[in-house]
């Protein structure tokens, strides 16, 4: 007979020290990934069911509190390291420090039992609160944390025994099983719920009504076709994508609905079949995001069709008094706009196709705002579910409080495209080309300075709206050696873009786009 006591087992050699030790740590893994699989696969089906409003899936709830507790500088951080993958590094960081936990919890596991179980039971807790802490969470929310977690531990309890046991019954055999159940369970929930039959459905039924419509036009001359240069109008699917939302929203048209609240005469309810028969209109916005450095590529020009939310908020009818509206999104997500910036007769729309397509998922599928001359933190809410006519004295947006300004109109910058920076070219004619943008003000001219000369005048494209950016090119007679180029637009207010240089936050970068090349 053998002991099942670690002090008895006969000459506890390294490797099996060891061997026990990976044996305990796995099976502390092994739990966690069981925990993880069931729990996003009830999740999906929640979503899947249409049975949640809110964030059900563990891993991705956490992310999500996190996101939100995120301050502006650690955002500004993140998104210039991983750019727009910034979301998957979360969640992949997330990953990462649950998976250390359960090894501990495992290798816990085989000296003190109880310890290793209410340790991870805390785990199922922290991710049941996060649960509970996202937009739009029931009780019903809490059901595939409670029931993964209780896989994992009956696994766990199960597993910690045999872990030092000589005699135990198959411990890899198990722990095969174990993490084989738990990644497909892992995998299937993931693809379930990435994906959503309904809304896909829905989306391509919008996309055969778009079809129908006349196909979107752009003004000859917009753009300069200079080669490396950032199209005009940037398709849908090189867009850059920024926002909060650790599982993309997948709403149906036919359970879409927008609601106008708060300081109205007539609270107001549209739906998507209302909306189609309201007159639609198409402008060129170019949407830009705050948390854009200068020479930055968070920033995209579109065609987008959609109705004037003016015409929506005169039905509603504002009181007096009100200056701001609080747009929200079906994640929960919120921003502040001045109610002028939606009121006036500028292209402030409802929009529901960008570029012809009815907008991605991505992008705000069904519908979203895009208000010409505001950054997109205090404007552009996709998934939008309702429009609280409101004051900025008494509501804030998702990102005042955590640093950023509570209003954001759009600074007057340039960017240099080509040549790029660390280029090295041919002497004599270099196209140096570019964007500059002053949404609703409109582009009166771009200048470049070649090292410490004088500001030269670039030639500007056409210009297609004041709302959208406008592509430039200068001609350059590229001497050899090593060369600065910088950049700077004047609007059509008159002002000239700052040179000072300040980061994103808290309400834009300023300074010049300068690169550096090589003349041979
Ligand atoms: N629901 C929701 N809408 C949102 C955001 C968000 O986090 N959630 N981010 C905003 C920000 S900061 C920007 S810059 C734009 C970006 O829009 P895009 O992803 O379509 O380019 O969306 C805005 N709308
Ligand atoms: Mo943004």
Redesign the pocket.
């Known amino acids: 007979m053998t002991s099942t006591s670690p002090a008895h087992t006969a000459a506890p050699h390294e490797s099996g020290r060891s061997g026990a030790g990976r044996v305990a740590a796995a099976n502390g893994l092994v739990a966690g990934l069981l925990t993880v699989g069931l729990a996003t696969l009830l999740a999906a089906l929640l979503h899947q069911g249409g049975a949640t409003s809110g964030e059900p899936a563990p891993v991705a709830a956490v992310s999500g509190a996190f996101v939100d507790r995120t301050p502006a500088w650690l955002k500004d951080l993140a998104i210039s390291v991983f750019g727009t993958n910034d979301k998957r590094a979360l969640l992949v960081g997330v990953a990462v420090v649950l998976a250390a936990c359960c090894v501990l919890v495992g290798v816990l596991a085989q000296k003190r039992p109880a310890w290793a179980l209410s340790a991870f039971a805390l785990l199922g807790v922290v991710g049941a609160a996060a649960v509970l802490s996202r937009p739009g969470a029931s009780v019903t929310d809490l059901v595939p944390t409670v029931v993964g977690t209780g896989l994992g531990l009956w696994f766990l309890h199960h597993g910690s025994g045999e872990a030092t046991t000589a005699a135990a019954a198959n411990p890899a055999r198990r722990l095969l099983l174990g993490a084989a159940a738990g990644g497909s369970a892992a995998y299937v929930g993931g693809w379930l719920g990435g994906d959503s039959a309904a809304a896909t459905a829905s989306r391509d039924a919008a996309a055969r009504e778009a079809a129908r419509g006349t196909p979107v036009q752009v003004p000859a001359g917009a753009d300069l076709g200079v080669p490396g240069t950032t199209p005009f109008v940037v398709p849908n699917s090189d867009?850059?994508?920024?926002?909060?939302?650790i599982v993309v929203p997948r709403l149906t048209a036919a359970d879409w609905r927008l609601k106008v609240t708060g300081l109205v005469e007539r609270e107001i309810e549209l739906d998507w079949v209302t909306l189609q028969d309201k007159p639609m209109r198409e402008a060129l916005v170019t949407?830009a995001?705050?948390s854009n450095e200068v020479g930055g590529d968070?920033i995209?020009n579109a065609v987008w069709t959609g109705w004037p939310v003016r015409e929506l908020l005169a039905l509603a009818g504002p009181r007096a008094g009100a200056d701001m509206v609080l747009q929200t999104?079906a994640?929960g997500?919120t921003c502040g706009t001045p109610l002028a910036a939606l009121a006036d007769d500028r292209n402030a729309l409802l929009a529901v196709r960008m570029n012809g397509e009815p907008l991605p998922f991505?992008?705000?599928f069904p519908v979203r705002l895009v208000v010409p001359g505001l950054?997109?933190?205090v404007s552009?809410?996709?998934?939008v579910t309702e429009l609280k006519v409101t004051t900025f004295a008494a509501d804030v947006g998702y990102w005042t409080p955590r640093g950023w300004s509570a209003e954001g109109p759009v600074k007057t910058s340039s960017r240099i495209d080509v040549p790029r920076t660390g280029a090295v070219v041919n002497a004599g004619r270099v196209a140096v080309a570019g964007v500059a943008w002053a949404q609703h003000r409109g582009i009166t001219a771009v200048e470049v300075q070649v090292d410490d000369g004088a500001w030269k005048a670039a030639r500007l494209a056409t210009d297609a709206s004041i709302d959208a950016w406008r592509q430039w090119v200068f001609e350059w007679e590229a001497q050899p050696g090593s060369h600065t180029l910088r950049v700077r637009a004047t609007d059509a207010d008159g002002r000239l873009q700052s040179a000072a240089e300040r980061p994103p936050a808290p309400d834009g970068a300023e300074g010049l786009h300068t690169v550096t090349v090589r003349v041979e």
């Open positions: 867009f850059y994508r920024i926002d909060t939302a949407l995001c705050v968070l995209g999104s994640d997500w991505e992008h705000g950054y997109g933190y552009a809410c996709k998934w």
